[in-house]
């Protein structure tokens, strides 16, 4: 009879970890994708410091104005979240995990703003307002589902884990 429950020992565990974790920065992208990595990257870092740089017209005011909720906290989380996450974009760090914040980062303005002005103006002067926030949605995305490709930390991160099996 065999037992309901099988307790693993921490060695599985820890493999299993190290493997999932070797799965979110292993990559295929080719070389190019750090055009779309500095790209993407750069203006998240750049939008994340402006939050506090212009902060009534980019950053708490700008939230208060749109409606987000609690501005005071929310402005400069997202500030902070655009800066590192545009960072590790730069470098290539966890490029995956850090694509998921920023996603969701641009999908509020999007339905925040951008929605409300398709309703009134129509699909053009949305479009013309929209331009960055879905460049910077689906270049998230993209480095999502590709990865940082080989000239990032996350490449060699995986390569130097190769080195220390073989």
């Known amino acids: 009879m065999r037992p309901l429950l099988t307790l693993a020992?921490?060695?599985?565990?820890?493999?299993?970890?190290?493997?999932?974790a070797i799965r979110v920065v292993t990559t295929s992208a080719?070389?190019?994708?750090?055009?779309?990595?500095?790209?993407?990257?750069?203006?998240?870092?750049?939008?994340?410091?402006?939050?506090?740089?212009?902060?009534?017209?980019?950053?708490?005011?700008?939230?208060?104005?749109?409606?987000?909720?609690?501005?005071?906290v929310m402005a400069p989380f997202v500030g902070v979240v655009e800066i590192l996450c545009g960072l590790l974009f730069i470098v290539g760090l966890l490029t995956r995990l850090a694509a998921i914040p920023l996603i969701i980062d641009m999908l509020v303005p999007i339905a925040s703003t951008k929605i409300a002005i398709l309703m009134k103006s129509g699909f053009w002067a949305m479009a013309h307002e929209a331009r960055t926030d879905y460049t910077m949605l689906l270049g998230s995305i993209f480095l999502l589902l590709v990865g940082a490709g080989p000239l990032s930390v996350d490449a060699r991160l995986v390569g130097a884990d190769k080195g220390d099996d073989a």
Do not use: C, H, N, Y
Request: hydrophobic letters at 55%; charged letters at 15%; aromatic letters at 8%.
């Open 30 to 72: 080719p070389a190019a994708t750090v055009l779309v990595r500095l790209l993407v990257g750069g203006v998240f870092v750049s939008e994340g410091m402006q939050k506090f740089l212009f902060p009534d017209a980019l950053g708490v005011g700008r939230f208060i104005k749109i409606g987000i909720p609690a501005p005071m």
């Open 9 to 20: 020992s921490p060695r599985s565990i820890a493999v299993a970890i190290r493997m999932r």
